[in-house]
Nanobody, 127 residues
Framework: QLQLVESGGGLVQPGGSLRLSCGTS????????IGWFRQAPGKEREGVSC????????NYADSVKDRFTISRDNAKNTVYLQMNSLKPEDTAIYYC????????????????????WGQGTQVTVSS
């Protein structure tokens, strides 16, 4: 189900920054964990980061720790992924995803159980 909308992708030089946004008008994010995933050509989709519904706890893949920051603005029903110190290996299509929680806890950065997805936004890191 494609019900989320990502934006903010583009072409950036190594070492540069981008901020991705994810939102929807179809439901509120209040009781949803939100995750960011990416898929590079010829590779499997991988979890990048997520932010929990209650308390806003965050989780990051080792490959992006200390470079990427996820945040949420519930008033705007939007989640952001600030990406700094970008590397060519960060090149991929980035997807946001959401699922409504039934149990509080730290969000996972694995594709299941996310069941609402966006269409993706391309991020290319190249000189």
């Amino acid at each position: 189900q494609l019900q989320l909308v990502e934006s903010g992708g583009g072409l950036v030089q190594p070492g540069g920054s981008l901020r991705l946004s994810c939102g929807t008008s179809l439901f509120t994010f209040d009781y949803h964990h939100i995750g960011w995933f990416r898929q590079a050509p010829g590779k499997e989709r991988e979890g990048v980061s997520c932010i929990s519904s209650i308390g806003g706890r965050t989780n990051y893949a080792d490959s992006v720790k200390d470079r990427f920051t996820i945040s949420r603005d519930n008033a705007k029903n939007t989640v952001y992924l600030q990406m700094n110190s970008l590397k060519p290996e960060d090149t991929a299509i980035y997807y946001c995803a959401a699922y409504r929680i039934t149990i509080q806890g730290l969000c996972p950065i694995s594709a299941p159980p996310y069941d609402f997805w966006g269409q993706g936004t391309q991020v290319t890191v190249s000189s």
